[in-house]
């Protein structure tokens, strides 16, 4: 059983595209985060959200605390966008559950 | 400006070796942590650490054992390595309610 579902695994999407990335959480949590991991296996941390929205740049970060669920949108996506996103949930006591992560595509 | 480093992108080594994979990281951290992510398991912990010479066994300890003598350095060591090892590894420190800072991960094959 995992404590963070991501959705979609797989994504392809044409430039320019509006794209979202879901990730739905079981477990309280202190914050969420998103990353971003390009070939070549370097993590990036996005985001990290308690509540709210939170944007950079073409990224946009939504939590629903009550729902559990939060979501990663990209505006007006871009090939250089292409990497997996992993969602990972801090529980507090230090600790961090990940999501299995979404490849994204973008397709010039 | 590299906030948490790891000491090798890639490395081979032989089954039985000992490895050591360092990580360093310059925003005073209390928390470090080390996991290896596996196609279609994604990112799994190993160990962590919240303090200087304390370590705590995270999901998949076996095989793993962890050193930190300092507070900026965290190192995972295989004892004897084996291919079941063959992994990415990544370490990520923070502090309470911080963004988690990750280093660009080691990729490790044992042959």
Redesign the interface.
């Given at each position: 059983k995992n404590e963070v579902e991501q959705s979609p695994q797989n994504l392809t999407a044409q430039e320019g595209e509006f794209i979202t990335i879901n990730c739905s959480y079981s477990v309280g949590i202190?914050?969420l985060?998103w990353?971003q991991q390009h070939p070549?296996?370097?993590?990036?941390?996005l985001f990290?959200l308690?509540s709210g929205k939170k944007k950079h740049g073409r990224l946009i970060a939504t939590i629903n605390i009550q729902e559990k669920h939060s979501s990663l949108h990209i505006t007006a996506s871009h090939p250089r966008d292409s990497a997996v996103y992993?969602c990972?949930v801090?529980k507090g006591g230090?600790?961090?559950y990940?999501?299995?992560?979404t490849s994204l595509t973008v397709i010039p | 400006d590299v906030k948490v480093t790891q000491s090798s992108?890639y490395l081979v080594k032989r089954t039985g070796e000992k490895v050591f994979l360092e990580c360093v990281q310059d925003m005073d951290h209390?928390?470090m942590?080390w996991?290896r992510?596996d196609p279609?398991?994604?990112?799994?912990?190993i160990y962590?650490s919240?303090d200087v010479k304390m370590k705590e066994k995270?999901d998949i300890p076996e095989g793993y054992s962890v050193s930190r003598e300092k507070k900026e350095r965290f190192s995972l060591i295989l004892e004897s390595a084996s291919t079941n090892q063959t992994s990415?590894y990544?370490c990520?420190s923070?502090s309470?309610?911080?963004?988690?800072?990750?280093?660009?991960?080691t990729?490790l094959t044992v042959v």
């Open positions: 202190s914050a985060h990353l070549g296996g370097g993590i990036v941390s990290m308690s992993i990972a801090g230090n600790q961090f990940f999501g299995t992560g | 992108r209390e928390n942590f996991y992510q279609g398991l994604g990112l799994r912990l962590f919240y995270g990415m990544l990520a923070s309470a309610n911080t963004e988690a800072f990750f280093g660009q991960g990729r």
